[in-house]
């Protein structure tokens, strides 16, 4: 994905539904490829034609309301595609895993506890802080890797400061992080070596949370002082009421912190930052936006600008009984139970009946309209400092003199799998240090 304005070019259904006739399994491979090249073409004409996409291997929802429906019922659209992934390599439970249960509301409202909002100008100061280290680090160089050498960087720092998971090592934490999200979100074909390396990594970073957990508490029991982070808080905390945080659920949550952000977070922030980088005249706003305290100021060009490439853009569920999703619209449909439904809020950010002027770069859209983060009963958990510290890691890189895209192969933003960005230098400083 290179270009600001994909022309309009259509005509998807016409090769889908010839490629179907014809052989099926190529029309499966037509649509992943266009998802991957093509997506906002495609949902554009989906919109229009075909706005509940339904094949014999998966339905596409487009719509806003469609998405936001299918979102808001998980007790029919559950997280059974993928979750049940995640909860292996863990060794039980997590709340990505599990629809309307007790554990998941119990869970859910407990982190947002640990999680505590007033902690987000800190920890946007020490993305901030980590960010300005690398890129000093970095400008005699004239260029920077943007996702090992800055924004996975910043989320490894931020998980070992903040959550006060910092890993045996970074790399490590960095390497178990991308097993355990690559099966769960990446292996729907169920290749057994993703899903045994996911498990491995799983029990390695269990069991070393275990040993971190025993050294806290004992830490606790001596009185020392320890960081006030979210493992602290976790392993400190009784609550009245037999409202219990025993071990398993400590250690499985803390588990899930990195889970969240280190793909997430630093994918998020190279597309954003491609994509600002893709508009001279937006990103001199949003330059001059970045000098300004007030964050209000800046932070709505990374909003606007990871709408023209999120980073999730579709949300899989299982089907678990029929359902009439657009009831009461011409969308009318009937999904049976059993479907793989995947709503896509990357369409549902273009919907021309909720979102005004969508291929417009426009920085009052209201946050609503925003689906990055997902929405309803699974809407992440991380929102608040994810927000801060995805804007205040671009921000920093933004007043660095002369950020700009290199030509390809160099500039081109490399994806393991497909998805997970691992790869995306950009210059720094002036153009005649590069070389
Ligand atoms: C501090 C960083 C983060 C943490 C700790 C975190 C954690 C989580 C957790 C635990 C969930 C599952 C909630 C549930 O099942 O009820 C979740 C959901 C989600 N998160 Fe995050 N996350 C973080 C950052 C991000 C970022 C940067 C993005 C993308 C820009 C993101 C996008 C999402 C989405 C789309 C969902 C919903 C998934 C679904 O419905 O299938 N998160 N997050």
Known sequence: MGAVDQTTTGGYLERYDEALARAPMSAFGLVREWLRTDWRDLFAELRERRPIFVTPVFTIVTRYADVTEVLSHEEVFSVRAFGPRLDAALGGPFMLGRDATPMNWRDKGLMRVMLDPRDVAGVRELAGSIADELLDAARPHGRIEAVHGLFRTVALGVSAKYFGFPGPDAQTLSRWTRAIVTDGFANFLGDPEIQAASVRAGSEMVAYLRDRL?????????????????????????????????????????????????????????????????????LARAVEAAGDPDPARFDPYVWEALRFNPFFKLLPRLCERDHVLAAGTPRRTVIPAGTFVLAAPASAMFDADVVAEPDEFRLDRPAHHQLFFGYGHHACLGVHPARAIICEAVRRLLLRPCVRLLPPPEGRIERAGGIFPDRFVLGLGPEDQEG
């Open 214 to 282: 025993a050294e806290r508490r004992v830490a606790l029991r001596a009185g020392l002082e320890l960081p006030d982070d979210v493992f602290t808080r976790l392993a400190g905390t009784t609550l009245p009421g037999g409202i219990g945080l025993d071990d398993e659920r400590i250690l499985i949550n803390m588990a899930g912190l990195p889970l969240g952000f280190v793909e997430s977070g630093p994918g998020a922030m190279v597309e954003a930052v491609e994509q600002l980088l893709l508009r001279p005249q937006v």
